[in-house]
């Protein structure tokens, strides 16, 4: 499985993103698929999972801002940012699992200004 991400950027604090993740591959052993960020300093972190039955996660500090979306035509999942804050910053890291294996994909900066 390869994934490519993208929709990174600047923006200002309150503003909005929309990430996109493209997959190819074996597309059909995908569960889940989501995004991670890693903020300088920090430990990378879950942001938002969905699975391949529609159940979704997502962390609580994005809860009510973010949203994940999956298009299994497209073999895309989205994420759509709204109410940026600064400490959304970082990179983020879209994510496709399959029985025991975890893909990543490369990351995609994503800079708040307050």
């Known amino acids: 499985v390869q994934l490519q991400a993208s929709g990174g950027g600047l923006v200002q604090a309150g503003g909005s993103l929309r990430l996109s993740c493209a997959a190819s591959?074996?597309?059909?052993?995908?569960?889940?698929m989501g995004w991670y960020r890693q903020a300088p300093g920090k430990q990378r972190e879950s942001v938002a999972v969905t699975s391949s039955r529609g159940t979704t996660n997502y962390a609580a500090s994005v809860k009510g801002r973010f949203t994940i979306s999956r298009d299994n035509a497209k073999n895309t999942v989205y994420l759509q940012m709204n109410s940026l804050k600064p400490e959304d910053a970082g990179v983020y890291f879209c994510?496709?699992?399959?029985?025991?294996?975890?893909?990543w994909g490369q990351g995609t900066l994503v800079t708040v200004s307050s």
């Open positions: 994510i496709a699992s399959t029985l025991g294996s975890l893909y």
């Open positions: 591959g074996s597309m059909s052993s995908i569960d889940a």
